[in-house]
Structure formats: structure tokens, C-alpha cells
């Protein structure tokens, strides 16, 4: 209990006010606690008005109530920190505060989400279409998209990939030159503790499917640092990044490992690990963001092999 307060004492140290307000609301809003977060960030706002990070704990808020399956209450402060944001941003670039994107693109996650969970699949996916388009050239291209793969790519044609440069000695291709084998798209960061501790189940699918027509892909992209978040040019970030993959993916062979910030983008990947499991002719069978047990992956898979 002493170390935990400790770690706790230490991580409120070393933060900023603006840091620390920022994550005490978001502890409570996923807590479950928005009365809490709420009573917080009205402190916070009386004192310092709308801030960046004040609308990135709004944002949070949203979340929270989303969580909660308050849905009412969820768009309404989605479409509050939307507003606010807008109105703050004017003609600016919304990359150059990283706290206005965080909080533009939680809102829209939010009011697509809501509008899913409430019977307006429909309108959920029109709206993420369209702030998909708007928001393209941005930080939050990849979180839109992510949301509206959830709602609609099932079924659909996979959309290319790049066959950029790769990390391995086997050279990337086009997804159509797979035509004819289920491909399992395992999309991974260098940073990503989760896609570690994936490897072990994607390499025992290549073990059991493997002569049975699977292939596995493991996209990965840039992020701009290296270990300890440390800056990186992409030279060296390419390096770092071959470094670790030969350090913990080794078990899945000579694999295609496109990097690729474009294919992060089509397929929506603001989320590590993603799993997305294309049948031989092509269509899209499985999109997840986050973990998968071997069971879940297998049960999904089996249908698509030969026989």
C-alpha cells in the first residue's frame, strides 16, 4: 500500500497542473465516477476557463458517460466538446495543440458510438464518413476511420495495402498478390507492450494454418521516437524498430512487415494491437482493435481454410 501511494505521490510530482488535472478526471470518468470527474474539472474550469485541456477532460467526460451507457448524457457533452473545440480552433491548424485533437477526436468517437449503440447505425457511419474526409490530413485520421471499420468493413472488400519498404529480408507486396489464401493482418508498434505479448498466439495460427493457406502480415509505421519516447529521425527510428523486431516477432519468420503510416490510416489503427482477418477471396472477415486469444482468432479462421 506505501509503494503505491508513493508511485501515486510521485506521479502528481512530476506532473504539470494542466497534466494532472487532465488525469485525475479521467481516473474518475473511467472509474465510473463522473460526479467526481465532473465536480473536478468545474474547479479547474472556474479557475482557468476553456483551456485546451480543459476540453480534453470534457472529452473525457463524454467518455465516461458513454461507459455508463448514458447515452443522452454522453452526445450531449461529445457535441459540447465539439463545439468548443471548433470555436477555439478557428483557422488553426488543430495538430499544433495536441490536447484540441485529443479531445475533436474523442468527441467524435464518442457521438458515433452513441449514435450506433442507440439505432442509428446509419447515421453513425455517414457522420464518421464524413469527419473521416475532413479530418484526413490529421492526428485523428486513424481514430475516425478505426470507429467506423468497427461499424462497417466487415464484409467488405479489404481495403490496399501499401507495399512500402519492409523491416524483413522478404519484400512487402500487394494485398491482392493474396488472393486465393486467408491473410491475417497484424498490425503492431514498436512501443506496444499488448502486440508483444500477441506474437506467441499469431505464431502458433502459422504453426497450425500455416499449410493450410494462411499467411500473416505484420504492418507496422513511424512515430517519430524511440524507446523512453526519446525523438528519433526515421533512419533511426527504422533501426530501433528492427532492433525490437528482431528482439520479440522473430517467432513469426520471414514475414511482410510493410511500414507504412498510409496503411495505419485506411485500416483505422489508432489502436495496438489490430487483427484483421481477410478470407482467400479478399473480404474482410474479422476487424478488431486490441487483443485476441488464440481460441477467439482459431474460431474465427477455421471457416476460412482449405480443407
Not at 474526409?133 to 467506423?148: E, Y
Amino acid at each position: 500500500m506505501r509503494l503505491r501511494w508513493l508511485a501515486l505521490f510521485l506521479l502528481c510530482f512530476c506532473l504539470s497542473a494542466e497534466s494532472l488535472i487532465v488525469y485525475q478526471v479521467r481516473i474518475a470518468a473511467m472509474a465510473g465516477d463522473v460526479p467526481r470527474a465532473r465536480q473536478t474539472l468545474d474547479l479547474y474550469h472556474r479557475a482557468a476557463g476553456n483551456t485546451p485541456e480543459y476540453l480534453e477532460c470534457l472529452s473525457w467526460l463524454g467518455r465516461g458517460e458513454l461507459k455508463a451507457r448514458n447515452y443522452a448524457k454522453a452526445e450531449e457533452t461529445a457535441a459540447e466538446v465539439r463545439k468548443l473545440v471548433l470555436a477555439r480552433l478557428g483557422n488553426g491548424r488543430l495538430d499544433a495543440v495536441p490536447s484540441l485533437a485529443t479531445a475533436l477526436g474523442a468527441s467524435i468517437e464518442v457521438q458515433g458510438q452513441v449514435a450506433a449503440a442507440t439505432g442509428r447505425r446509419d447515421q453513425a457511419v455517414g457522420f464518421l464518413r464524413d469527419e473521416a474526409t475532413r479530418w484526413k490530413s490529421t492526428s485523428i485520421r486513424a481514430r475516425i476511420q478505426k470507429n467506423l471499420n468497427v461499424l462497417s468493413l466487415e464484409g467488405k472488400p479489404a481495403p490496399p495495402l501499401e507495399a512500402a519498404p519492409g523491416l524483413t529480408a522478404r519484400k512487402p507486396q500487394l494485398l491482392a498478390k493474396h488472393l486465393g489464401h486467408p491473410v491475417l493482418l497484424f498490425f503492431w508498434a514498436h512501443w506496444c507492450i499488448d502486440c508483444k505479448n500477441q506474437v506467441a498466439i499469431v505464431a502458433e495460427l502459422q504453426k497450425r494454418y500455416g499449410a493450410r493457406g494462411l499467411e500473416v502480415i505484420a504492418p507496422t509505421q513511424h512515430y517519430g521516437y524511440v524507446g523512453g519516447g526519446d525523438d528519433a529521425p526515421r533512419n533511426v527510428e527504422t533501426a530501433y524498430m528492427k532492433a525490437i523486431h528482431s528482439q520479440f516477432y522473430k517467432g513469426l519468420g520471414d514475414i511482410e512487415v510493410p511500414v507504412s503510416e498510409e496503411n495505419f490510416g485506411v485500416y483505422g489503427v489508432s489502436s495496438t494491437p489490430t487483427m484483421v482477418l481477410i478470407d482467400a477471396a479478399g473480404t474482410v472477415r474479422l476487424y478488431n482493435p486490441g487483443n485476441l486469444s488464440l481460441d477467439q482468432l482459431a474460431a474465427k479462421l477455421e471457416p476460412l481454410l482449405k480443407r
